[in-house]
């Protein structure tokens, strides 16, 4: 079994390298070598053998001046023991350099390809793929760089990585083979192993496997769990929804007779899903609008209206003018922002945060997701001042909410499916998002995903208003993504899935486990955990940003 140690400190790293090698000779080697970067210039040795010849070679370390590196005793797998074949293995021109432990299985293909592309082989490793595969898709960002060449290979690996461009840092990942980071005052390590690195620390961390995402999209969708428990859970108490920063008394909630919630984008969305729920639980009616049509079409708003507005980053220029227009007519104004100290934070009457932490993508998924969490506990909270809502309904709803974070990590955990599915549908040009009630929000988000991330036209229809004109646009293949998860609303939509397929569309159902009658007009099915039909919109939405 092959041994990882990497150094980066204030002590010349060669010799620690040699050190914590020798911690590791237990696992048994045939050849061991070292890379130590000075600042300038990334300097290597290796040698077949033993230990003892390499601290030779190199004085004990002493020939290899720098404080940081990388080292690596070997086992063969992939190619006799020799000294070339040996560890670290370098790019072309030397600005990166790589240990690993562990087998890349697709290295041939992987080899072929860079052969194809010009690259040339010293030795017979499958380690040396990855040296040139960093070096083919090195952008200057080590991170991005990574996690792309992760995602081309499959097998097992530990890797500890220097790159000339980042004199300051050594790069360590791992996919099914153990690695370890050991912190001190004179330095951090990395190793395959914990005895290789006590002599300098006992403050050990065991990485995660893999670590990376392709793109902040993915990372954050999969930070949706976190986004959501942290959202909801500071706002329920005893059993009760407490929202302190909304700044309103029971009596104040009592007299609102009208809700705007004006947004762009999904946060748009997100107010189409809370509609539904505002009405349905606290009995006020409620406009949504987009702020770039609220902000220049003089809207009429009564005594006792309270205008939401929702944005994750509290700076969308219609949407920040929609609420300065709803503060000079002088009605109530609530802010759902995620970003702290924005402009719609400060202007609002009242703000209430979404934890969703920052958010890089452009495209929203994780404050998508929060938003939703804002609107339910504002809808619960007023249905219950309001007496619109039973207490037992109402226990049953604080229930279902505390679940969803461990649903949605169900699904995240289940994305194969959904992966395939897209794999096969790439090429498709057209594709329409059909639901009834939540179901047709949920189909908005969706279709404005699969637009915005995947440059495919789509289109999101009230399902009962596509036989008016549009079905027109459905022939032999087209794709019909059909959401079902409210049940007083299923058949209806099944009737309209079943009219789309008459004309030769290839239908994708979405809908709750248990509906699998569904499977009879479906060509595709994609399950979501039960829960109250009022938040199906934060379960569905997960297969629907998976499948953009
Ligand atoms: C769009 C984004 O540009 O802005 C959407 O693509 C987002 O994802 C919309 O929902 C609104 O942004 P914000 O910051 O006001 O929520």
């Not at 090195?138 to 097998?155: Q, S």
């Not at 395959?192 to 050990?204: E, G, I």
């Not at 496997?209 to 500071?234: I, R, S, W």
Request: glycine residues 8%.
């Amino acid at each position: 079994m092959c041994g990882i140690v990497g150094y980066i400190g204030t002590c010349q790293a060669a010799p620690v390298l040699l050190d914590g090698l020798s911690k590791l000779e237990y696992r048994g080697y045939d050849s061991a070598g070292i890379a130590v970067y000075d600042g300038n210039k990334i300097q290597m040795q290796k040698a077949m053998g033993r230990l003892k010849v390499l601290e030779e070679m190199t004085q004990n370390g002493a020939t290899l001046p720098g404080t940081v590196g990388i080292g690596h005793t070997r086992w063969a797998t992939h190619g006799a023991p020799s000294d070339l074949n040996a560890h670290p293995h370098f790019n072309k021109d030397h600005s990166i350099v790589v240990v690993h432990n562990g087998i890349i299985e697709n290295y041939l293909k992987l080899k072929k390809k860079l052969m194809s592309k010009g690259y040339e082989f010293l030795s017979e490793t499958d380690t040396e793929v990855i040296a040139h595969m960093l070096d083919y898709y090195y952008n200057g960002d080590p991170l991005a760089t990574i996690t792309k060449v992760m995602h081309r290979m499959e097998g097992s690996y530990a890797l500890g990585i220097l790159f000339r461009d980042h004199p300051d840092e050594v790069y360590a990942v791992r996919k099914d083979s153990p690695l370890i980071v050991g912190t001190s005052k004179s330095g951090n390590l990395i190793a395959s192993d914990v005895p290789a690195v006590l002599k300098y620390t006992r403050d050990v961390y065991f990485l995660e496997n893999e670590g990376g995402y392709e793109h902040f999209m993915l990372k954050e969708m999969h930070e949706q769990p976190k986004a959501v428990k942290d959202t909801l859970t500071p706002r329920i108490k005893n059993g009760d929804v407490v929202i302190e920063e909304l700044g309103m008394t029971d009596e104040e909630i009592r007299t609102i007779s009208k809700i705007f919630i004006v947004a762009c984008g999904s946060a748009y969305h997100t107010g189409v899903t809370a509609k539904y729920v505002f009405e349905k639980l606290a009995r006020i009616p409620v406009e949504v609008d987009l702020a770039s049509e609220f902000r220049y079409r003089d809207p009429i708003l009564p005594e006792n209206t309270l205008v939401v507005i929702v944005s994750q980053s509290g700076e969308t220029a219609d949407t920040l003018a929609a609420l300065r227009l709803a503060k000079e007519k002088g009605v109530r104004t609530l802010g759902i922002v995620n970003v702290v100290g924005s402009s719609i934070a400060r202007e609002a009457d009242n703000v209430m945060y979404t934890w969703a932490g920052p958010e890089i993508a452009v495209a929203t998924t994780k404050a998508y997701s929060t938003q939703l969490i804002a609107q339910y506990l504002l809808a619960m909270k007023f249905a219950k001042v309001r007496g619109t809502v039973s207490q037992n309904d109402f226990d049953a709803m604080i229930q279902s909410l505390e679940r969803l974070p461990e649903q949605i990590s169900l699904l995240l955990s289940h994305k194969e499916n959904v992966q395939r599915f897209a794999n096969r549908y790439l090429a498709a040009e057209h594709v329409f998002f059909i639901g009834r009630g939540i179901d047709y929000a949920i189909s908005m988000e969706g279709s404005l995903k699969l637009k915005e991330i995947s440059y495919i036209h789509s289109e999101a229809y009230a399902a009962g208003e596509l036989k008016h004109g549009t079905i027109s646009l459905i022939e032999d293949g087209t794709l019909v993504i059909g959401v079902l998860t409210q049940p007083k609303l299923y058949e209806k939509t099944i009737s309209n899935m079943v009219e789309c397929k008459s004309r030769g569309a290839y239908l994708m159902g979405l809908t709750t486990f248990g509906n699998y009658n569904i499977e009879d007009t479906a060509d595709f099915t994609v399950y979501i955990p039960k829960t109250d039909p009022h938040f199906a919109t934060s379960l569905a939405v997960i297969p629907l940003q998976l499948l953009g």
